[in-house]
């Protein structure tokens, strides 16, 4: 049967890796990538029309509304979601932090969820169908005394999981289906990526609101 699948995330290996996973099953997907990718690192993402490349304002609630309809009008049909974070990095002294730099990494990594999480949820529950999946790749804390720590990375990773496990609570109670995933090894993306599609690819309702962990048993054992 024809699927209907849109990515949402940050531009990272786990999002390419999920999207040529997602190219082996389907003919095309949505994709919708937040800003530029790591010029060390380049990412080997399907072109079109294995993708359907769509834009996402992540400060803007109308913006993943519009994500929302551009990507059912494009692929025909919506039936997974999948919003996927890495966290970025900011190395930084304490006293040196950019207020202009919180505001953007706020709206650009904490709302941002927020409101598509509410948009995916009202679409898949009107429908009484569908998948939302919520997928994060784990960063390391900060646990060592360090010059220059992180002082981004550890703070969105923990909303996103917090986040995360509020809406899986709220599964049970949901006629659609959803997910968390977590895995914790970036040199596992690809294996990660087949993972995660295993189980979507399962079209069973008696796992919604688990977390599957992929790799090393983190702060979720």
């Given at each position: 049967m024809t699927r209907g699948i849109l990515i949402v995330g940050t531009q990272t290996p786990l999002a390419a890796a999920l999207s040529r996973e997602a190219a082996q099953r389907l003919e095309t997907h949505g994709l919708a990538l937040l800003g530029p990718?790591?010029?060390?690192?380049?990412l080997q993402i399907?072109?079109?029309?294995?993708?359907?490349?769509?834009?996402?304002?992540?400060?803007?609630?109308?913006?993943?509304?519009t994500l929302l309809v551009s990507a059912e009008n494009r692929l025909s049909r919506l039936d997974e979601a999948l919003l996927v974070f890495a966290p970025?990095?900011?190395?930084?002294?304490?006293?040196?932090l950019d207020p202009t730099q919180i505001s953007l990494f706020i709206d650009d990594y904490l709302k941002?969820?927020?409101?598509l999480i509410r948009e995916f949820s009202r679409y898949f529950r009107q429908r009484k169908a569908g998948i939302l999946a919520m997928v994060l790749a784990e960063g390391p804390m900060v646990t060592?005394?360090?010059e220059s720590p992180d002082m981004l990375g550890p703070v969105l990773g923990s909303a996103f999981r917090a986040l995360m496990q509020s809406v899986l609570a709220s599964a049970a109670a949901e006629p659609y289906r959803i997910l968390g995933f977590s895995g914790n090894d970036p040199s596992q993306d690809a294996d990660f990526a087949s993972f995660i599609f295993?189980?979507?690819d399962e079209d069973t309702k008696r796992d919604t609101g688990k977390l599957h962990r992929f790799g090393k048993i983190g702060i979720f054992r």
């Open positions: 990718s790591d010029p060390e690192q380049a399907p072109q079109p029309p294995a993708t359907i490349p769509l834009t996402w304002t992540p400060g803007s609630a109308i913006s993943s509304r970025p990095t900011l190395r930084t002294r304490p006293e040196q941002g969820w927020y409101y060592e005394k360090e295993k189980i979507l």
